[in-house]
């Protein structure tokens, strides 16, 4: 029994503190020794690349890792690249961008996400929005088609072929040379594809993911915003050393010569950082291209809401949590009136334990058969990361199970033990709180709500294996609201 319980307890701190400890030593590690770089008087002082300036920079977007990337040998060691080696870069000099959007009937969010996207900090001639409807059933494709001509363009997939194949389509039909992912009710604050953009200036860098800020109707950050940042955290230092593992489904931006059409059954914002660095570039982390997501504003008719990454690894508008991710953003000046929040309201957990299986299914399946490419391709850091960002997380429940049974019949051996048994009671009893719905949805109540969360997502880990293992696939989503 003590072997299981410490076994179990050293797993569980090494998943959730010791690797982003490592990662932050890491990081520093790497920083001082760029640091040391750029001051040593052997090394030539011209500016990084990506912060050197470049007539000629905007036609060399599409070209950047195209005609040899899928021959170049993946990066395995760390670099130095970093929002702070960004650098502004005038109108003239953007990349053409290409805003992919998969719905299912959005009705409820369609419009306020095209007035969004069309209040963008971009060239208006150098972007466009590609709306793909997944058959729709609702008013979705009417809400769009009232836009068309604006920079926004209507695909219609009659028959419903899940979020993958649909951005497929979508990305067949861009015309930009940088491919940026969302979700329907996930708001870009206005220079968010900006800043995604420019760190794509950077040649070695092929994927650029944002930041999901999860707020209230009043703009205060969730609880569940305080893990968020946790993991954003993680991820900036991930960036520092390999390549983030998971882009945040909700914004993160490619560049189109490295997109390869994806089997339906795979989520695009798990597998596009590992196709990234095969192809010989990096997937980096940029936290100064947020998008926000209102987390208490009732869910209106056959509104969804998919990553990202919401997984404990993430996806669009059909998978994400209905805990911590509803429609949107401070209301402004381009978007409609929001309903009047409804804080107490709680979700179907049910339905929420549905859509968490079937995208924990989808990350598996990817892990399951990227983690013996990465092997054979020498990608022993990002590996690395991925099992213990990732796997080690979906782990986390049964590993749970095994130190509360040792904890608590170790209670009689000290004190340790008992205080462990107490610790995972008292765990328990928050989530049970927050099924309950006790405490409504801030304060105490909020941090129960997060617990019960924490247990739905890493139920849906295991319960998406057992899946996988019995030979189910996932293809198509239905929306919250349904």
């Given at each position: 029994?003590?072997?299981?319980?410490?076994?179990?307890?050293?797993?569980?701190?090494?998943?959730?503190?010791?690797?982003?400890l490592l990662l932050e030593a890491g990081s520093r590690l790497v920083r001082r020794t760029?640091?040391?770089?750029?001051?040593?008087?052997?090394?030539?002082?011209?500016?990084?690349?990506?912060?050197?300036?470049?007539?000629?920079?905007?036609?060399?977007?599409?070209?950047?890792?195209?005609?040899?990337?899928?021959?170049?040998?993946?990066?395995?060691?760390?670099?130095?690249?970093?929002?702070?080696?960004?650098?502004?870069?005038?109108?003239?000099?953007?990349?053409?961008?290409?805003?992919?959007?998969?719905?299912?009937?959005?009705?409820?969010?369609?419009?306020?996400?095209?007035?969004?996207?069309?209040?963008?900090?971009?060239?208006?001639?150098?972007?466009?929005?590609?709306?793909?409807?997944?058959?729709?059933t609702d008013a979705t494709e009417s809400i769009v088609a009232r836009y068309a001509g604006?920079?926004?363009?209507?695909?219609?997939?009659?028959?419903?072929?899940?979020?993958?194949?649909?951005?497929?389509?979508?990305?067949?039909?861009?015309?930009?040379?940088?491919?940026?992912?969302?979700?329907?009710?996930?708001?870009?604050?206005?220079?968010?594809?900006?800043?995604?953009?420019?760190?794509?200036?950077?040649?070695?860098?092929?994927?650029?993911?944002?930041?999901?800020?999860?707020?209230?109707?009043?703009?205060?950050?969730?609880?569940?915003?305080?893990?968020?940042?946790?993991?954003?955290?993680?991820?900036?230092?991930?960036?520092?050393?390999?390549?983030?593992?998971?882009?945040?489904?909700?914004?993160?931006?490619?560049?189109?010569?490295?997109?390869?059409?994806?089997?339906?059954?795979?989520?695009?914002?798990?597998?596009?950082?590992?196709?990234?660095?095969?192809?010989?570039?990096?997937?980096?982390?940029e936290p100064r291209a947020v998008v926000e997501e209102e987390v208490d504003a009732p869910?209106?008719?056959?509104?969804?809401?998919?990553?990202?990454?919401?997984?404990?690894?993430?996806?669009?508008?059909?998978?994400?949590?209905?805990?911590?991710?509803?429609?949107?953003?401070?209301?402004?000046?381009?978007?409609?009136?929001?309903?009047?929040?409804?804080?107490?309201?709680?979700?179907?957990?049910?339905?929420?334990?549905?859509?968490?299986?079937?995208?924990?299914?989808?990350?598996?399946?990817?892990?399951?058969?990227?983690?013996?490419?990465?092997?054979?391709?020498?990608?022993?850091?990002?590996?690395?990361?991925?099992?213990?960002?990732?796997?080690?997380?979906?782990?986390?429940?049964?590993?749970?199970?095994?130190?509360?049974?040792?904890?608590?019949?170790?209670?009689?051996?000290?004190?340790?033990?008992?205080?462990?048994?107490?610790?995972?009671?008292?765990?328990?009893?928050?989530?049970?709180?927050?099924?309950?719905?006790?405490?409504?949805?801030?304060?105490?109540?909020?941090?129960?709500?997060?617990?019960?969360?924490?247990?739905?997502?890493?139920?849906?880990?295991?319960?998406?294996?057992?899946?996988?293992?019995?030979?189910?696939?996932?293809?198509?989503?239905?929306?919250?609201?349904?």
């Open positions: 029994m003590k072997t299981l319980f410490w076994l179990s307890s050293g797993l569980l701190a090494y998943a959730f503190v010791g690797y982003p760029a640091a040391r770089r750029a001051a040593s008087p052997d090394v030539s002082p011209a500016a990084p690349s990506s912060a050197r300036p470049s007539a000629s920079m905007a036609a060399s977007w599409h070209s950047a890792a195209q005609a040899d990337a899928p021959s170049v040998r993946p990066s395995a060691g760390p670099s130095a690249s970093s929002p702070d080696t960004a650098r502004v870069i005038p109108d003239a000099d953007l990349p053409t961008v290409s805003v992919l959007l998969s719905v299912f009937d959005e009705e409820a969010v369609i419009e306020r996400k095209i007035l969004n996207f069309l209040a963008l900090d971009y060239p208006a001639e150098r972007i466009e929005l590609c709306v793909v409807s997944d058959g729709c604006q920079r926004v363009r209507l695909v219609r997939q009659e028959a419903r072929g899940g979020k993958t194949r649909a951005l497929n389509r979508a990305a067949a039909e861009a015309h930009g040379d940088v491919l940026v992912f969302t979700d329907a009710n996930a708001m870009f604050r206005p220079d968010c594809v900006r800043r995604l953009a420019e760190r794509l200036a950077d040649p070695g860098v092929g994927l650029v993911s944002g930041v999901s800020v999860y707020v209230h109707a009043s703009g205060d950050t969730t609880a569940g915003g305080v893990y968020r940042r946790y993991e954003e955290w993680i991820k900036s230092r991930e960036s520092d050393l390999f390549s983030i593992v998971g882009a945040d489904g909700a914004a993160y931006a490619m560049r189109r010569a490295l997109y390869t059409p994806l089997a339906p059954e795979y989520i695009n914002d798990l597998l596009h950082p590992v196709q990234v660095l095969l192809a010989g570039a990096r997937a980096v982390s869910v209106a008719s056959p509104g969804s809401t998919q990553p990202g990454n919401t997984q404990p690894g993430s996806t669009s508008s059909g998978g994400r949590s209905s805990f911590g991710t509803s429609p949107g953003m401070q209301p402004g000046p381009q978007s409609r009136p929001r309903p009047q929040a409804q804080p107490d309201s709680q979700p179907d957990t049910g339905a929420e334990m549905r859509r968490q299986t079937r995208i924990m299914a989808q990350s598996w399946l990817i892990c399951l058969r990227q983690l013996p490419v990465l092997v054979r391709r020498g990608c022993w850091g990002f590996v690395w990361q991925m099992l213990s960002h990732k796997v080690l997380r979906w782990a986390t429940l049964p590993l749970l199970a095994v130190c509360a049974v040792s904890a608590v019949a170790l209670v009689p051996r000290g004190m340790p033990y008992a205080l462990a048994a107490a610790a995972l009671a008292g765990g328990g009893l928050l989530a049970w709180a927050g099924a309950r719905g006790l405490g409504g949805g801030r304060g105490w109540g909020g941090h129960a709500r997060t617990a019960w969360l924490f247990v739905v997502l890493h139920a849906a880990a295991v319960n998406g294996l057992y899946r996988l293992l019995r030979g189910q696939t996932f293809v198509t989503w239905t929306p919250r609201g349904d």
